[in-house]
């Protein structure tokens, strides 16, 4: 029973347009949600969180959105830069445990 | 970057072998954990410590099993390793509950099994 879903296996974005990764869950107890960018042969890295008492937070390029009513969440990356190019992963939290229920992940491709 | 290292980075076994992963932080962190990248799956987690000789089972957690006899190191061990074990295998770290900016990522594993 996958709890978090990330629907979009691929994306492809031209640099400087904005790129929108989406990630919707089941568990309405999740209270906490992260993104994470993986780069080939290296660990995932924290890139950007928001609390369920939010519905948005922004750090930079990167604005993460979240919608509880319709359990989805969304990562705003503006302008995208070849750089971005990673999977995301997306993740959640019930806040009480200390572990993280992860995504499938989407790969992200910014071409020039 | 955090102190976290993961040996062996790459290895090749062979089914019904038993192989050992070892993940050593600098940090001093409380938490430790192993999670698996599968295509498909995202990263799963395996097992996880809260400290010294306080482990839990995660959602994938059959076949394996951990020890954590130092605060600085997380051992996971296949008794038996089957192909369906070939994966690459991440130890993670955080210093209290997972909340955010917290939780750090080694490098990875990569297991092969034949």
Not at chain 1, 62 to 74: D, E
Not at chain 2, 26 to 45: A, C, I, K, V
Not at chain 2, 67 to 76: A, V, Y
Request: net charge neutral.
């Amino acid at each position: 029973d996958q709890q978090v879903k990330q629907n979009s296996p691929s994306l492809s974005v031209q640099e400087g347009r904005i790129s929108i990764l989406n990630c919707d869950y089941t568990n309405s107890m999740f209270d906490y949600f992260l993104w994470y960018k993986k780069y080939p042969a290296e660990g995932p890295t924290f890139l950007i969180s928001i609390s369920s008492i939010k519905d948005k937070n922004e750090d930079g390029r990167f604005t993460v959105f979240l919608n509880k009513s319709a359990k989805h969440l969304s990562l705003h990356i503006v302008p995208s830069q070849p750089g971005d190019s990673a999977v995301y992963f997306c993740a959640a939290n019930t806040g009480t445990a200390s572990k993280l229920t992860f995504g499938t992940g989407t790969r992200l491709q910014v071409t020039l | 970057d955090a102190g976290i290292t993961q040996s062996p980075r790459h290895k090749v076994t062979e089914t019904g072998t038993p192989v050992t992963l070892r993940c050593h932080q600098t940090e001093n962190h409380r938490y430790m954990y192993w999670y698996r990248q599968d295509p498909g799956h995202g990263l799963r987690l395996i097992h996880y410590s809260y400290g010294v000789k306080d482990t839990d089972k995660g959602e994938v957690s059959d076949g394996y099993s951990v020890s954590r006899s130092k605060t600085e190191d997380f051992l996971l061990t296949l008794e038996s390793a089957t192909s369906s074990q070939t994966s690459v295998y991440f130890c993670a770290i955080s210093e209290n509950r997972v909340s955010g900016n917290t939780i750090y990522f080694g490098e990875g594993s990569w297991l092969t099994v034949v």
